[in-house]
């Protein structure tokens, strides 16, 4: 037999006979199986899951659950074909051993793989003091069970909410609580919401939005305490400036941690930002290696990207979560020549105080920001970051139509400032300073972040051991 | 019934509002919100509203439940 031949013939008896095992149960890890499936992968295939729910869909969580409009459990994930899979939910991925291409699950149980995705996403930044987070009333918002139970929180018709951080999740929750009815407080230690992912131009708005709705919104403070009564439920905060505010209900969306405590020890490229991997989503060793055998995708990966100077990006996105799952799943039953990048432009969506908020490329990685079309003053407009003269990203406030043409755009690194779509100009089309916080200045932290290693800044030093 | 809409191709067209209103709404002018378990009865509507989305970002279940089997 000719050496493609053989490979041939190994490709194929890896699709009918390989193990593959997916630790993750939720967007990355369903798509994943689904796509291996779809791939033509027919071997013994084990999805692990540690929430007991089957894969659910987290977006509407912070919009119609809490809203009360849909039940929490009502946002199971359609299915899109069947994945005659084992499915192993309610218990954890404690350990992996790639030497013998075990995992170790909670139960004691080990899964043998021959190739692995990991798909373990993130979880949500608890409130640091763990006595105040434990007081009843004080809630986080990554799963279902959390939005439930702030949902019923609401209904009960708190005297007030305060939501701590004000990134994309605690300002869509304040949206929501405007929408009830229900008084709130919004304090952000950053010049304003949303700063850490669109800017301070951008934020300016989205602080005067949050006021024109009624929001009592109090920028570049931090809570110092929550405080509780008797009964143990959290009835103030104290914050940095001085003040208190009493709330029955405090949101602490102060961002993510990865899940990746339990790949300590597997000799991969994990540590808080996430799992290295490479376009194609497969991991990095501790030296930075490709591994052949493990696979990563969604809000745990991160990978160079080819538009933005192949710098690492960890993507909290929905449509990252689905195309590189994608991606890993079409490259674990294939062979180079034939690998695919996930090379996704960044996406992300909102809804808040009535307004559509998307986003595509990477904002932070722009320094400049221009208004394209529309009028800020309506809530409708498209604005363009810049770097070094090229585009790097567009957000839409109520624009959504033409995100499509920015990320083209984007793509074609086009000039910064872009050629004006003639349409809906607006009347200032002069770039201006994008005003992102320094790194270090504590904001909510964006959904995108670089996190690769830049060669102006010589921040790390390698010492090999002796 | 299970469905998904992609909201980052969705572009606010509101041809599935109009085909089905109980399942879309617009919460302002552009941000659409929906409900991602509609009632099997709604089936009809629902699939008519997918086939209507101008971006085919209506993503609309296509297992049975039976296939669906989850073992906890
Ligand atoms: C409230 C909310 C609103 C959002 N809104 C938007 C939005 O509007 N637009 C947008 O683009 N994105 C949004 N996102 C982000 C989007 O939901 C995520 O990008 C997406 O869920 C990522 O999917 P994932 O599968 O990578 O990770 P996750 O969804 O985090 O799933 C990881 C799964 O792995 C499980 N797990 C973790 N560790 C282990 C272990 N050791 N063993 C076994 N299982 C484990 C976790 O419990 C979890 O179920 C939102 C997220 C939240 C929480
Ligand atoms: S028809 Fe499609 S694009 Fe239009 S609002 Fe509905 S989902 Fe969005």
Same mark, same amino acid.
């Not at chain 1, 024109?212 to 143990?232: I, K, M, P, T, Y």
């Not at chain 1, 690492?312 to 034939?338: I, R, T, Y």
């Given at each position: 037999?000719?050496?493609?031949?053989?490979?041939?013939?190994?490709?194929?008896?890896?699709?009918?006979?390989?193990? +593959?095992?997916?630790?993750?149960?939720?967007?990355?890890?369903?798509?994943?199986?689904?796509?291996?499936?779809?791939? &033509?992968?027919?071997?013994?295939?084990?999805?692990?899951?540690?929430?007991?729910?089957?894969?659910?869909?987290?977006?509407?969580?912070?919009?119609?659950?809490?809203?009360?409009?849909?039940?929490?459990?009502?946002?199971?994930?359609?299915?899109?074909?069947?994945?005659?899979?084992?499915?192993?939910?309610?218990?954890?991925?404690?350990?992996?051993?790639?030497?013998?291409?075990?995992?170790?699950?909670?139960?004691?149980?080990?899964?043998?793989?021959?190739?692995?995705?990991?798909?373990?996403?993130?979880?949500?930044?608890?409130?640091?003091?763990?006595?105040?987070?434990? %007081?009843?009333?004080?809630?986080?918002?990554?799963?279902?069970?959390?939005?439930?139970?702030?949902?019923?929180?609401?209904?009960?018709?708190?005297?007030?909410?305060?939501?701590?951080?004000?990134?994309?999740?605690?300002? *869509?929750?304040?949206?929501?609580?405007?929408?009830?009815?229900?008084?709130?407080?919004?304090?952000?230690?950053?010049?304003?919401?949303?700063? &850490?992912?669109?800017?301070?131009?951008?934020?300016? +708005?989205?602080?005067?939005?949050?006021?024109?709705?009624?929001?009592?919104?109090?920028?570049?403070?931090?809570?110092?305490?929550?405080? &509780?009564?008797?009964?143990?439920?959290?009835?103030?905060?104290?914050?940095?400036?001085?003040?208190?505010?009493?709330?029955?209900?405090?949101?602490?969306?102060?961002?993510?941690?990865?899940?990746?405590?339990?790949?300590?020890?597997?000799?991969?490229?994990?540590?808080?930002?996430?799992?290295?991997?490479?376009? &194609?989503?497969?991991?990095?060793?501790?030296?930075?290696?490709?591994?052949?055998?493990?696979?990563?995708?969604?809000?745990?990966?991160?990978?160079?990207?080819?538009?933005?100077?192949?710098?690492? %990006?960890?993507?909290?996105?929905?449509?990252?979560?689905?195309?590189?799952?994608?991606?890993?799943?079409?490259?674990?039953?294939?062979?180079?020549?034939?690998?695919?990048?996930?090379?996704?432009?960044?996406?992300?969506?909102?809804?808040?105080?009535?307004?559509?908020?998307?986003?595509?490329?990477?904002?932070?990685?722009?320094?400049?920001?221009?208004?394209?079309?529309?009028?800020?003053?309506?809530?409708?407009?498209?604005?363009?970051?810049?770097?070094?003269?090229?585009?790097?990203?567009?957000?839409?406030?109520?624009?959504?139509?033409?995100?499509?043409?920015?990320?083209?755009? +984007?793509?074609?690194?086009?000039?910064?400032?872009?050629?004006?779509?003639?349409?809906?100009?607006?009347?200032?089309?002069?770039?201006?300073?994008?005003?992102?916080?320094?790194?270090?200045?504590?904001?909510?932290?964006?959904?995108?972040?670089?996190?690769?290693?830049?060669?102006?800044?010589?921040?790390?030093?390698?010492?090999?051991?002796? | 019934?299970?469905?998904?809409?992609?909201?980052?191709?969705?572009?606010?067209?509101?041809?599935?509002?109009?085909?089905?209103?109980?399942?879309?709404?617009?919460?302002?002018?552009?941000?659409?919100?929906?409900?991602?378990?509609?009632?099997?009865?709604?089936?009809?509507?629902?699939?008519?509203?997918?086939?209507?989305?101008?971006?085919?970002?209506?993503?609309?279940?296509?297992?049975?439940?039976? *296939?669906?089997?989850?073992?906890?």
């Amino acid at each position: 037999m000719t050496v493609a031949a053989t490979l041939a013939e190994l490709v194929r008896d890896f699709r009918a006979n390989g193990r +593959i095992v997916i630790v993750g149960a939720s967007l990355a890890g369903l798509r994943g199986a689904e796509a291996l499936r779809a791939e &033509g992968f027919t071997g013994p295939l084990t999805i692990i899951g540690d929430e007991p729910y089957e894969p659910y869909d987290r977006p509407p969580l912070s919009k119609q659950v809490l809203k009360g409009w849909v039940p929490a459990d009502h946002t199971a994930l359609p299915r899109l074909r069947a994945l005659d899979a084992q499915w192993r939910l309610g218990v954890a991925a404690t350990g992996l051993d790639r030497a013998t291409k075990h995992v170790l699950l909670a139960d004691g149980e080990q899964v043998p793989y021959d190739r692995l995705l990991i798909a373990t996403g993130t979880r949500a930044r608890p409130w640091p003091n763990p006595d105040e987070a434990a %007081l009843e009333g004080v809630y986080t918002l990554r799963s279902r069970d959390d939005a439930a139970g702030l949902q019923r929180a609401l209904a009960a018709r708190p005297s007030r909410v305060l939501v701590i951080g004000a990134g994309f999740i605690g300002s *869509e929750a304040a949206s929501v609580c405007r929408d009830l009815d229900i008084p709130v407080t919004v304090a952000e230690r950053g010049s304003a919401p949303l700063v &850490g992912a669109l800017g301070g131009v951008i934020g300016e +708005i989205a602080a005067q939005m949050q006021r024109d709705h009624g929001v009592d919104l109090r920028c570049g403070v931090g809570v110092s305490s929550l405080e &509780g009564d008797a009964g143990g439920h959290v009835r103030r905060a104290h914050l940095s400036d001085g003040t208190t505010v009493a709330a029955d209900v405090v949101l602490a969306s102060l961002g993510s941690i990865r899940n990746v405590e339990w790949l300590e020890g597997s000799g991969l490229a994990a540590g808080f930002w996430g799992v290295g991997c490479d376009a &194609g989503g497969r991991a990095f060793d501790i030296n930075g290696v490709a591994t052949d055998s493990v696979y990563v995708a969604g809000d745990v990966a991160r990978a160079p990207h080819v538009l933005y100077e192949y710098q690492f %990006l960890a993507m909290e996105h929905w449509d990252n979560a689905v195309l590189g799952a994608q991606a890993a799943a079409h490259n674990m039953v294939n062979l180079e020549p034939h690998y695919r990048p996930n090379l996704l432009l960044p996406g992300f969506w909102s809804g808040q105080f009535g307004v559509n908020i998307k986003s595509v490329g990477v904002p932070p990685f722009g320094d400049e920001i221009v208004f394209t079309q529309g009028s800020v003053k309506d809530r409708r407009f498209a604005a363009a970051y810049g770097r070094r003269g090229r585009i790097v990203a567009a957000v839409t406030f109520n624009h959504g139509r033409w995100l499509e043409y920015y990320g083209r755009l +984007i793509q074609e690194s086009a000039p910064f400032p872009p050629p004006p779509p003639g349409w809906d100009r607006p009347d200032d089309m002069k770039p201006m300073p994008a005003d992102f916080p320094e790194p270090g200045v504590p904001t909510a932290v964006p959904d995108v972040v670089l996190t690769g290693h830049d060669p102006n800044e010589r921040r790390a030093e390698f010492r090999p051991r002796r | 019934m299970r469905i998904v809409v992609d909201l980052n191709r969705c572009q606010g067209y509101a041809q599935c509002v109009f085909l089905a209103p109980e399942v879309f709404q617009l919460n302002g002018e552009e941000a659409l919100v929906y409900e991602p378990n509609p009632d099997d009865g709604r089936r009809l509507q629902v699939e008519r509203a997918a086939a209507a989305c101008p971006v085919q970002a209506i993503v609309v279940e296509r297992l049975a439940a039976a *296939e669906r089997s989850v073992a906890s």
